[in-house]
């Protein structure tokens, strides 16, 4: 069975900085994408970022091009999510998702068949 097990979540001032992991176990044979989305009270869960896993391409909401970076350590199954230059917009819960479909677009929550339990994020003014 598939687990994704977010840490690194806390609070910090506008303009901090914070980085998020995700370990994945249970693969049989990897994930083809993996991505953190977030969701703020009364908000819709939407993606931020995400990389494939084989190529590490990357992709990246407008909202955090130039402050977010994700990568990944395939050796350690594990996906980060840099956060740099945080606003108190950023504030949600933060979710690790990953997928084996070939075919989606990697930022709609749609495309990934797994998610972790979630790690909040604030950031106060």
């Known amino acids: 069975q598939v687990q994704l097990v977010e840490s690194g979540g806390g609070s910090v001032q506008t303009g901090g900085s914070l980085t998020l992991s995700c370990e994945a176990s249970?693969?049989?044979?990897?994930?083809?994408?993996m991505g953190w989305f977030r969701q703020g009270p009364r908000q819709e869960r939407v993606g931020v970022a995400a990389?494939?896993?084989?190529?590490?391409?990357?992709y990246y909401a407008d909202s955090v091009k130039g402050r977010f970076t994700v990568s990944q350590d395939s050796a350690k199954n594990t996906l980060y999510l840099d956060m740099n230059s945080l606003k108190p917009d950023d504030t949600a819960m933060y979710y690790c998702?990953?997928?084996?479909?070939?075919?989606?677009?990697?930022?709609?929550?749609?495309?990934?068949?797994?998610w972790g339990q979630g790690t909040q994020v604030t950031v106060s003014s």
């Open positions: 249970g693969y049989e044979h990897g994930s083809y994408c």
């Open positions: 998702a990953a997928t084996n479909l070939r075919l989606g677009s990697a930022l709609n929550v749609d495309y990934y068949n797994y």
């Open positions: 990389i494939e896993t084989a190529g590490d391409i990357t």
